[in-house]
């Protein structure tokens, strides 16, 4: 038997598939092969009928004489192409989330917010068939565009996934039995607010990775963690990924890179009736604040502090706030529309 999507991704350029084409320059342009279409730049057109039926890594040459290399978009490639809604994480750190989460073929995954599906299809390529992916997503427009996304890259339906559309605290406890789920991958602007059902949901010794943009959502979530009394010590990370110029003697790195993307925090979910194991080490005068007050008790946990309770006054966490990009509405339903209108499976 053939794993659910291998087919789509050997063979000849069918029609309705994404095909990326590199032109001399090295701009890359994605394409979805239909009959009878043209790919049109300023400097002249080429038939998709000219693709359908070649090779994988053929070249084409349009009207005026450029010649473009055609290839189908490896994992990585149709993330960054792929229409959005929310912003993605990158390949970078899908990678190390399938990995450092350890999502086995088989696990039984939660993952919210679905945003564009970009980590979906890593961590369902991750769980395969026998293992089952349960996304949620509290916009029902980004869960559309995810769900389009992800259907048009494996061709079909992925047998393993559930998308659920609500508020992953609301939705979680009614949709996934207590205590059978293996990972729980958050990517939102709050996953301090989620870590009651999160537990709730895990297998004891399970994990949960969040993954935050910036320092102060890193802060709370760690300190929510520390404070909830039913997970590990958490670790957090981030990964910094340079590319290099290779070109003869003028071997070096890029001069542009990705800076930042954002940070990975992991925990493990303890047996009931544990209690976490005692830090070794007294936290830093003042991490728990600069007031002096909330200083750590001789158990090392803060004492009162609102950060570490995530009882802080309530200050709005906004995408705005935290400097994210907001697609407006307009921009999401155009997205839409023309996701959900080219997501048929090509045809084999
Ligand atoms: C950055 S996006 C996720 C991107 C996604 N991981 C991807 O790779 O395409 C964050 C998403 O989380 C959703 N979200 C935020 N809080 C949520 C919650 N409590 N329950 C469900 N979805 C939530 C937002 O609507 C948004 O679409």
Redesign the pocket.
């Known amino acids: 038997m053939t794993a659910l999507g291998a087919d789509l991704r050997r063979g000849p350029f069918r029609a309705g598939e994404r095909v990326q084409l590199t032109d001399p320059k090295g701009r890359l342009h994605t394409i979805v092969l239909a009959p009878g279409k043209q790919f049109h730049t300023h400097r002249g057109h080429l038939l998709h009928d000219d693709l359908i039926g070649r090779p994988d890594g053929s070249t084409v040459t349009n009207t005026t004489g450029v010649e473009y290399l055609a290839l189908r978009p490896l994992l990585p490639d149709y993330?960054m192409s792929m229409p959005?809604?929310?912003?993605?994480?990158y390949p970078k750190d899908?990678g190390q989330i399938i990995t450092m989460a350890d999502v086995f073929p088989g696990a039984v995954v939660v993952?919210?917010?679905?945003?564009?599906?970009?980590?979906?299809m890593s961590l369902l390529r991750a769980v395969g068939e026998e293992g089952r992916l349960w996304s949620?997503?509290?916009?029902e427009d980004?869960a559309d565009i995810?769900m389009a996304n992800v259907r048009l890259f494996f061709g079909t339906d992925h047998p393993a996934w559930t998308v659920t559309v609500?508020?992953?605290?609301e939705?979680l406890p009614g949709t996934v039995e207590d205590g059978t789920v293996d990972r729980v991958?958050l990517?939102?602007?709050?996953p301090w607010?989620?870590l009651d059902v999160v537990h709730a949901a895990l297998a004891p010794g399970g994990l949960l990775i969040c993954?935050v943009?910036t320092t102060t959502q890193l802060s709370r979530v760690g300190e929510a963690m520390r404070a909830h009394g039913g997970f590990t010590e958490p670790s957090a990370w981030e990964s910094l990924v340079r590319g290099w110029h290779l070109e003869g003697l003028a071997v070096r790195p890029e001069h542009r890179m990705h800076g930042h993307t954002g940070f990975l925090i992991t925990t493990r979910r303890l047996a009931d009736g544990v209690t976490p194991p005692l830090r070794k080490r007294r936290p830093a005068k003042g991490a728990y604040g600069s007031s002096g007050e909330g200083e750590a008790d001789d158990d090392g946990a803060p004492d009162d502090d609102p950060v570490s309770t995530g009882e802080t006054a309530e200050e709005e966490w906004t995408a705005e706030d935290l400097g994210?990009r907001v697609p407006s509405a307009k921009r999401v339903r155009r997205v839409r529309r023309a996701v959900t209108q080219t997501s048929a499976p090509p045809s084999l």
Request: charged share 25%; proline share 0%; net charge negative.
């Open positions: 993330v959005r809604g929310a912003a993605v994480v899908a993952e919210a917010g679905v945003g564009s599906g970009a980590l979906a949620f997503e509290r916009r980004f995810a609500g508020d992953l605290v939705r991958v990517d939102m602007l709050a607010e989620c993954y943009a994210e």
